[in-house]
């Protein structure tokens, strides 16, 4: 089992900045990838970025050039930076992790952490 404990959120104004932590820890074996997702009210759950082992990124169109996802191996920790946020990210957001322990893969999430962005 692992364990996903997300930090970070809050309520910004529009324009502003959030950074969104999330530490990872149990039997984590090694980490293939790890990723953001968030879900706002009535909407389906959407990848937002991903960041693989070897440090490759993927982003969805919405938040490309605002959004950097960065990982520190050393601390099982993904990094969400949110800049010139609008009320559009408004969501629930959720770490993912997708990783292998002896021969089976697993998928780990968070709790989920509340950001919220004022016009």
């Known amino acids: 089992q692992v364990q996903l404990v997300e930090s970070g959120g809050g309520l910004v104004q529009a324009g502003g900045s959030l950074r969104l932590s999330c530490v990872v820890s149990g039997s984590i074996g090694s980490i293939n990838a790890m990723d953001w997702y968030r879900q706002a009210p009535g909407k389906q759950r959407e990848l937002v970025a991903t960041i693989t082992s070897g440090g490759s990124t993927n982003y969805a169109d919405s938040v490309k050039g605002r959004f950097t996802i960065s990982r520190d191996s050393a601390k099982n920790t993904v990094y969400l930076q949110m800049n010139s946020l609008i009320p559009e990210d408004t969501a629930v957001y959720y770490c993912?992790?997708?990783?292998?322990?002896?021969?089976?893969?697993?998928?780990?999430w968070g709790q989920g952490t509340q950001v919220t962005v004022s016009s």
């Open positions: 993912h992790v997708r990783g292998i322990r002896g021969l089976r893969w697993y998928d780990g």
